[in-house]
């Protein structure tokens, strides 16, 4: 319950007024199920607020979210129309997803999930990455539930 509660207090905090159980059930169902994106995440907050911060800037929190990119879900997955249907498996796939950005570009860990091959050396990437461990850093630190 403590994922939940954070996962929902960190969601209020960046987009108040609005109903969030959705997708704050799925990011905590995914990040209790899979091992942490982080070294000494035992509690899953600082993976939790990565997600909730990669989420509130690609969509706002927007399960059916589509891009002129193609982009699709909460979350913002290339070319997967059937993951803004399910908040689950939109989470689900970002995880996989980062995992591998982590692995690629380990000082911009968000990099390659945003911009693909040659994004470890990309400034937009690099910049985007930047933007989202600050507010996931932020949220992790601030956000009591």
């Known amino acids: 319950m403590a994922v939940l509660f954070f996962v929902l207090a960190s969601m209020l905090q960046l987009a108040p007024g609005r109903d969030h159980a959705e997708l704050a059930t799925a990011i905590t169902r995914v990040v209790l199920e899979e091992p942490p994106l982080f070294r000494n995440d035992e509690d899953r907050r600082r993976t939790a607020a990565f997600l909730v911060a990669i989420a509130f800037r690609e969509s706002s929190f927007r399960n059916g ?18 993951l803004a249907a399910d908040p689950v498996a939109c989470v689900r796939v970002a995880m996989t997803m980062l995992r591998e950005s982590m692995r690629m570009c380990p000082l911009h860990p968000l990099a390659f999930y945003a911009s693909g091959p040659g994004a470890c050396t990309n400034e937009r990437a690099r910049r985007i990455s930047n933007d989202r461990m600050a507010i996931a850093a932020r949220l992790a630190k601030s956000v009591q539930p």
């Open 65 to 82: 979210a589509k891009s002129k990119t193609h982009d699709y879900c909460a979350l913002q997955i290339n070319r997967r129309p059937d």
